[in-house]
């Protein structure tokens, strides 16, 4: 019993980063109450305070980094790309893990069903749901599947973790800078992107391309 369990456990975590983010969802949207509480009108009000030209500018461009509309070409270039030096099943970690958290974040969308800042925001307000930060969540894993995807030849150097972490953190301020999302949205996002692709990773046959 013990040996089977252990067999299906990779297969089970995949399931990890989406319970954790219900569960999140459920936290801070109790029942039918989905009002933002303390922490996130102090997040929003932090994030407030840095707005002006340059700065709103800037986000407004840097938040199209989380964008599946950005991020998917690019992980479809890279696999294309890595295919050229490496025909194995281990390219297609890095647009499995974004493919999976793209679904993640908007199937959550539709089961938390969080409304939206009622603020007035520096773009569109988007018509989906609040929760989670589907950019943030988007960047995060991209991010990450690049740095531990299987298809690398070695360990990824420190400037090239160090450009990930900036540029997620940057996705995940743009959201709360521009007011679209609560803290809640990005924090959550951002912990069920790395749990996604840590999780994903541990799957067998990345094991068996590497």
Same mark, same amino acid.
Request: aromatic share 10%; glycine share 6%.
């Given at each position: 019993?013990?040996?089977?369990?252990?067999?299906?456990? #990779?297969?089970?975590?995949?399931?990890?980063?989406?319970?954790?983010?219900?569960?999140? $969802?459920?936290?801070?949207?109790? $029942?039918?109450?989905?009002?933002?509480?303390?922490?996130?009108?102090?997040?929003?009000?932090? *994030?407030?305070?840095? @707005?002006? &030209?340059?700065?709103?500018?800037?986000? /407004?461009?840097?938040?199209? *980094?989380?964008?599946?509309?950005?991020?998917? &070409?690019?992980?479809?270039? @890279?696999?294309?790309?890595?295919?050229? +030096?490496?025909?194995?099943?281990?390219?297609?970690?890095? #647009?499995?893990?974004?493919?999976?958290?793209?679904?993640?974040?908007?199937?959550? !969308?539709?089961?938390?069903? /969080?409304?939206?800042?009622?603020? *007035?925001?520096?773009?569109?307000m988007p018509t989906d749901a609040?929760? #989670?930060?589907? @950019?943030?969540?988007?960047?995060?894993?991209? *991010?990450?599947?690049?740095?531990?995807? #299987?298809? =690398?030849?070695?360990?990824? +150097?420190?400037?090239?973790?160090?450009?990930?972490?900036? %540029?997620?953190?940057?996705?995940?301020?743009? =959201?709360? +800078?521009?007011?679209? @999302?609560? &803290?809640?949205?990005? %924090?959550?996002?951002?912990?069920?992107?790395i749990v996604w692709v840590l999780?994903? =990773?541990?799957? &067998?046959?990345?094991? !068996?391309t590497t």
């Amino acid at each position: 019993m013990a040996t089977r369990m252990m067999r299906w456990l #990779p297969a089970m975590l995949v399931f990890a980063a989406s319970i954790g983010l219900l569960l999140g $969802g459920g936290s801070v949207c109790a $029942g039918t109450d989905s009002r933002p509480r303390a922490f996130d009108f102090a997040g929003m009000a932090l *994030a407030a305070g840095g @707005h002006g &030209p340059l700065a709103d500018a800037f986000f /407004r461009s840097i938040t199209w *980094a989380g964008s599946i509309f950005v991020l998917a &070409p690019l992980a479809f270039a @890279h696999t294309l790309f890595t295919w050229r +030096h490496r025909r194995s099943a281990a390219v297609l970690f890095l #647009p499995a893990a974004l493919v999976g958290a793209s679904l993640m974040a908007y199937a959550t !969308k539709i089961a938390i069903a /969080r409304d939206r800042p009622d603020v *007035a925001a520096l773009i569109d307000m988007p018509t989906d749901a609040s929760f #989670p930060s589907a @950019h943030t969540l988007q960047a995060s894993a991209f *991010a990450l599947a690049w740095l531990i995807s #299987p298809s =690398r030849s070695g360990r990824p +150097h420190v400037a090239e973790i160090a450009l990930a972490i900036l %540029l997620v953190a940057l996705v995940a301020w743009s =959201r709360l +800078h521009l007011q679209v @999302h609560f &803290p809640t949205d990005v %924090l959550f996002a951002l912990a069920a992107g790395i749990v996604w692709v840590l999780c994903l =990773r541990r799957l &067998p046959i990345w094991s !068996k391309t590497t």
